[in-house]
T-cell receptor, first 110, second 116 residues
Framework: DQQVKQNSPSLSVQEGRISILNCDYTNSMFDYFLWYKKYPAEGPTFLISISSIKDKNEDGRFTVFLNKSAKHLSLHIVPSQPGDSAVYFCAARRDYKLSFGAGTTVTVRA | KAGVTQTPRYLIKTRGQQVTLSCSPISGHRSVSWYQQTPGQGLQFLFEYFSETQRNKGNFPGRFSGRQFSNSRSEMNVSTLELGDSALYLC???????????????FGPGTRLTVL
C-alpha cells in the first residue's frame, strides 16, 4: 500500500526557472514531511522538512508547502540550478518510520 | 563529523546464500533504520533499531533481520537470497530516535546487492 505518491516520475526545467515537485499522501497520521535529494551512487541527502502543524517552510532556494486538507505537499526550487539535477524523494513520518514516494527525476537544462 | 558509513559498498551473491550488511551511524546517533531501494519502488522501510531494540518493522519476510550493538552500529542479514532481493540497501541514522521535528534521518551511501 503506497501511502506516499509522487505521480510525476520526471521533470525538466530550464536553469533559472522554478521547479515544482508534488507529492500526495493518504495517511492523516503522518506528523512530519521531508524532502530528500539523491545523486547516483549516493544515499539520499536531507533537503528540507515541515511539521504537520505548519503550512510552509522556507530554506534558501527551497520552500515546502503543505496542504493538509488535500493531503498534498510540494517543493519549490527557485531559481533552479544545474546542480539541482537529481532524484527527489518525498517522505512522510509516523512513529520513527519514513514512508517514501517513488521519486521524481529533475533535469535542469542550461 | 563523519557521516553514516556502510560496508561493503557492493556485493554479489547467488540465490540461496545469505548476506550480512553493516552500518555505522553518525557518532552520537542512537537510532538506525534500514531501507531497500529498487527501481520504480522508491525506498521501502525494513526496520528501525534504537538502543539495541527493534522498535519498528516494515512489511518484509522473516528472511530479513537485523540487530544493533551497544555502540549503535547495526547489521542487517538476509538469508536464503532470492533474485528479487537485488537492490540498494540504505541505512539511516538519527540523533534522538524521537518524534522531534529536529530528529532528521541521515543516510549512508548504501550497499548495492546483486543476487545472481
Amino acid at each position: 500500500d503506497q501511502q506516499v505518491k509522487q505521480n510525476s516520475p520526471s521533470l525538466s526545467v530550464q536553469e533559472g526557472r522554478i521547479s515544482i515537485l508534488n507529492c500526495d499522501y493518504t495517511n492523516s497520521m503522518f506528523d512530519y514531511f521531508l524532502w530528500y535529494k539523491k545523486y547516483p551512487a549516493e544515499g539520499p541527502t536531507f533537503l528540507i522538512s515541515i511539521s504537520s502543524i505548519k503550512d510552509k517552510n522556507e530554506d534558501g532556494r527551497f520552500t515546502v508547502f503543505l496542504n493538509k486538507s488535500a493531503k498534498h505537499l510540494s517543493l519549490h526550487i527557485v531559481p533552479s540550478q544545474p546542480g539541482d539535477s537529481a532524484v527527489y524523494f518525498c517522505a512522510a513520518r509516523r512513529d520513527y518510520k519514513l514512508s517514501f514516494g517513488a521519486g521524481t527525476t529533475v533535469t535542469v537544462r542550461a | 563529523k563523519a557521516g553514516v558509513t556502510q560496508t561493503p559498498r557492493y556485493l554479489i551473491k547467488t540465490r540461496g546464500q545469505q548476506v550480512t550488511l553493516s552500518c555505522s551511524p553518525i557518532s552520537g546517533h542512537r537510532s538506525v533504520s534500514w531501507y531497500q531501494q529498487t527501481p520504480g519502488q522508491g525506498l521501502q522501510f525494513l526496520f528501525e533499531y534504537f538502543s539495541e531494540t527493534q522498535r519498528n518493522k516494515g512489511n518484509f519476510p522473516g528472511r530479513f533481520s537485523g540487530r544493533q550493538f551497544s555502540n549503535s552500529r547495526s547489521e542487517m542479514n538476509v538469508s536464503t537470497l532470492e533474485l528479487g532481493d537485488s537492490a540498494l540497501y540504505l541505512c539511516a541514522s538519527s540523533p534522538l530516535g524521537t518524534s522531534s521535528s529536529a530528529d532528521t534521518q541521515y543516510f549512508g551511501p548504501g550497499t548495492r546487492l546483486t543476487v545472481l
